[in-house]
């Protein structure tokens, strides 16, 4: 069969199904999407997105114009589909680090019945190392004429259509040569891009995102702990990340010191690993993570701690502008964000708390409904005592402080990301404060 006529089934529509289905799509194959949400399915099938991703949506919408997207809450679909990619969420168990399963392993178990002879089950879910194999095991007794490979995603928020149809690399983990050779055909168009190729078994390929996220993690933790100590001997982590970054073996990428990262997978998936590892009987290999785990959520703390350092230990009869609720600019995700958990934390001390984001509010509002929301970013800054810049979309690092200025109460900013022009916010009048700089 030539590769563009075998059709795909993608299992879970969030994020990262939404954009595997409708990139696979625009390669030239026929995709269904399939999910148990039905608000979602129907919004999906009109070519709108339900959440925002910058350029996804005029690609949603050409991909299911085109007649070779669709979507559907109905499983049996899956019968019609060679290649099933599972791209459900894998969330943090309540009360624990481990990550859930239970969507993962009720995706394969809702398609198993449906699954044609040859059929290849691809996982795309960041799951706990050891879940394919089950996974398999199970496959071999409810739809043994399948397979099953593990091929990990790398998105980017903000940048997920580039990172799937130009990849830095495609990383599959198979039990055999004809799985491969089936996902080589999948990834033709975007092999043919000079694409590094990894083939790895089953266990690597699962450990291969969560080791790329744990560095991730590391390195960010790194330089805020850095941030820390600068700020104590009254030195300047911007330009000792800068010295640093020089070095080959270190880099200069995710050497911003700052409030920390958040979002719906780094948080979870380190804590998963950490929860795996001790399954595994490694807990010591991983017991560094928990050590960056608690910086990451200490720079949240040094920010609430740094306005009461400025405003007073009684935040109740001061307003606090908030600039940020999405966890990283060019996303409106607000997963375990630390813009909104500081927000929400000084509106928890008394501050009366205005928060603005470009395309963040309306799920911000949803999870912190008490929190006031500005229209724009003038209108969330007039009449506070104290700016927090707490996401760096390029629209706060462009805004006039010499406009805003004349709007506030008191002019003082705190730079959570060390994104803004220090040089002009001071020489506009204002008291400028950033982590691991030398405050004026």
Same mark, same amino acid.
């Given at each position: 069969?030539?590769?563009?006529?075998?059709?795909?089934?993608?299992?879970?529509?969030?994020?990262?199904?939404?954009?595997?289905?409708?990139?696979?799509?625009?390669?030239?194959?026929?995709?269904?999407?399939?999910?148990?949400?039905?608000?979602?399915?129907? $919004?999906?099938?009109?070519?709108?997105?339900?959440?925002?991703?910058?350029?996804?949506?005029?690609?949603?919408?050409?991909?299911?114009?085109?007649?070779?997207?669709?979507?559907?809450?109905?499983?049996?679909?899956?019968?019609?589909?060679?290649?099933?990619?599972?791209?459900?969420?894998?969330?943090?168990?309540?009360?624990?680090?481990?990550?859930?399963?239970?969507?993962?392993?009720?995706?394969?178990?809702?398609?198993?019945?449906?699954?044609?002879?040859?059929?290849?089950?691809?996982?795309?879910?960041?799951?706990?190392?050891?879940?394919?194999?089950?996974?398999?095991?199970?496959?071999?007794?409810?739809?043994?004429?399948?397979?099953?490979?593990?091929?990990?995603?790398?998105?980017?928020?903000?940048?997920?259509?580039?990172?799937?149809?130009?990849?830095?690399?495609?990383?599959?983990?198979?039990?055999?040569?004809?799985?491969?050779?089936?996902?080589? $055909?999948?990834?033709?168009?975007?092999?043919?891009?000079?694409?590094?190729?990894?083939?790895?078994?089953?266990?690597?390929?699962?450990?291969?995102?969560?080791?790329?996220?744990?560095?991730?993690?590391?390195?960010?933790?790194?330089?805020?702990?850095?941030?820390?100590?600068?700020?104590?001997?009254?030195?300047?982590?911007?330009?000792?990340?800068?010295?640093?970054?020089?070095?080959?073996?270190?880099?200069?990428?995710?050497?911003?010191?700052?409030?920390?990262?958040?979002?719906?997978?780094?948080?979870?998936?380190?804590?998963?690993?950490?929860?795996?590892?001790?399954?595994?009987?490694?807990? $010591?290999?991983?017991?560094?993570?928990?050590?960056?785990?608690?910086?990451?959520?200490?720079?949240?703390?040094?920010?609430?701690?740094?306005?009461?350092?400025?405003?007073?230990?009684?935040?109740?009869?001061?307003?606090?502008?908030?600039?940020?609720?999405?966890?990283?600019?060019?996303?409106?995700?607000?997963?375990?964000?630390?813009?909104?958990?500081?927000?929400?934390?000084?509106?928890?001390?008394?501050?009366?708390?205005?928060?603005?984001?470009?395309?963040?509010?309306?799920?911000?509002? !949803?999870?912190?409904?008490?929190?006031?929301?500005?229209?724009?970013? !003038?209108?969330?800054?007039?009449?506070?005592?104290?700016?927090?810049?707490?996401?760096?979309?390029?629209?706060?690092?462009?805004?006039?402080?010499?406009?805003?200025?004349?709007?506030?109460?008191?002019?003082?900013?705190?730079?959570?990301?060390?994104?803004?022009?220090?040089?002009?916010?001071?020489?506009?009048?204002?008291?400028?404060?950033?982590?691991?700089?030398?405050?004026?």
């Amino acid at each position: 069969m030539s590769p563009m006529k075998q059709v795909l089934s993608v299992i879970g529509t969030g994020y990262l199904g939404a954009t595997h289905a409708a990139c696979m799509s625009s390669l030239g194959f026929t995709v269904i999407g399939i999910d148990t949400d039905p608000g979602k399915i129907e $919004q999906l099938s009109k070519g709108e997105l339900p959440f925002y991703e910058p350029g996804l949506d005029e690609l949603l919408r050409t991909e299911v114009a085109s007649g070779r997207l669709t979507f559907t809450t109905d499983f049996s679909a899956a019968a019609k589909a060679d290649i099933h990619f599972i791209c459900v969420g894998t969330p943090q168990k309540a009360g624990s680090l481990a990550a859930d399963l239970t969507y993962v392993e009720g995706a394969v178990a809702a398609i198993a019945p449906h699954l044609k002879a040859g059929s290849l089950v691809v996982g795309k879910s960041t799951v706990p190392v050891g879940t394919a194999q089950k996974l398999l095991a199970q496959l071999s007794i409810t739809a043994p004429q399948a397979d099953l490979a593990w091929n990990p995603e790398f998105l980017r928020e903000g940048f997920a259509v580039e990172d799937t149809l130009r990849p830095n690399r495609l990383v599959v983990g198979v039990t055999n040569d004809r799985a491969e050779e089936i996902l080589k $055909q999948v990834y033709a168009p975007i092999l043919e891009l000079k694409t590094p190729w990894i083939r790895a078994d089953l266990p690597t390929a699962e450990l291969v995102k969560v080791a790329a996220n744990s560095f991730l993690a590391t390195k960010i933790s790194f330089i805020n702990a850095m941030a820390e100590v600068c700020e104590a001997a009254g030195g300047d982590v911007t330009v000792l990340a800068q010295a640093i970054g020089y070095d080959p073996r270190i880099g200069n990428r995710f050497l911003q010191a700052g409030i920390g990262f958040g979002g719906g997978c780094l948080p979870k998936d380190i804590r998963a690993f950490m929860a795996r590892a001790e399954e595994l009987g490694a807990k $010591q290999a991983l017991e560094f993570l928990r050590e960056i785990d608690a910086i990451n959520l200490r720079a949240r703390q040094r920010v609430i701690d740094l306005v009461r350092g400025e405003l007073s230990d009684d935040l109740s009869l001061y307003s606090i502008a908030i600039l940020g609720a999405a966890f990283k600019p060019d996303s409106d995700d607000v997963r375990d964000s630390p813009a909104l958990d500081i927000a929400a934390q000084l509106s928890a001390a008394g501050a009366n708390v205005t928060v603005h984001d470009p395309k963040a509010m309306p799920n911000a509002k !949803k999870r912190f409904p008490a929190l006031n929301f500005a229209p724009d970013a !003038k209108n969330c800054v007039a009449g506070s005592d104290l700016v927090l810049h707490l996401t760096e979309w390029r629209e706060y690092r462009d805004l006039n402080p010499t406009e805003l200025f004349a709007t506030v109460k008191n002019a003082i900013v705190i730079d959570g990301r060390n994104a803004l022009d220090r040089d002009k916010w001071i020489a506009a009048g204002w008291k400028f404060h950033a982590l691991g700089r030398t405050n004026a």
